[in-house]
């Protein structure tokens, strides 16, 4: 294996471009990298973009422009753990919009259908409290919620 590990492929319909430059955009520090064209032997339309480089937060992704045999499914998702509150809602926000779509427990999907989880700084201590009565008050809160408030949950693990 090379020393640069692993890169994360996304198989897109057509969208990779489009997509790398939002996650670019969406993220402090994202660079984008080479794009490849297809060639006149396909399998794509000839001078289509076929894959895109990009990094966002040091993570190395390829955009693979594949075709509609394969979609995105909340099997897989990327977990963005946030400094505090106010950074947790702004990825939130931004991943939601534009036909970004609410899940539960802090998941949303994007506008390209990829999942995420935004998580607030202090989630994880509280869900997985020492005192398993505080978790589960703080786990029962969570299970009711769609954007995740750090607030409001220990605000529950605290009301034993």
Not at 25 to 46: C, D, H, I, N, W
Request: hydrophobic letters at 40%.
């Amino acid at each position: 294996m090379t020393s640069n590990g692993f890169t994360t492929c996304l198989w897109f319909d057509g969208e990779a471009e489009a997509a790398a430059d939002y996650y670019v955009s969406l993220f402090k520090g994202g660079k984008l990298g080479r794009v490849a064209r297809y060639p006149e032997t396909g399998p794509g339309r000839t001078g289509a973009v076929m894959t895109v480089e990009f990094e966002i937060n040091g993570q190395r992704f390829v955009g693979l422009n594949g075709g509609p045999q394969f979609t995105f499914s909340e099997a897989i998702s990327f977990q963005i753990d946030c400094d505090d509150q106010a950074e947790a809602d702004h990825y939130y926000a931004e991943l939601t919009k534009d036909g970004g779509e609410e899940s539960a427990c802090g998941w949303v999907k994007d506008k390209f259908g990829v999942s995420w989880q935004v998580i607030p700084a202090g989630f994880t201590e509280l869900v997985a409290d020492p005192d398993p009565e505080r978790a589960a008050r703080a786990m029962a809160a969570m299970m009711k919620m769609k954007r995740l408030d750090v607030a409001e949950l220990r605000r529950a693990a605290d009301a034993g």
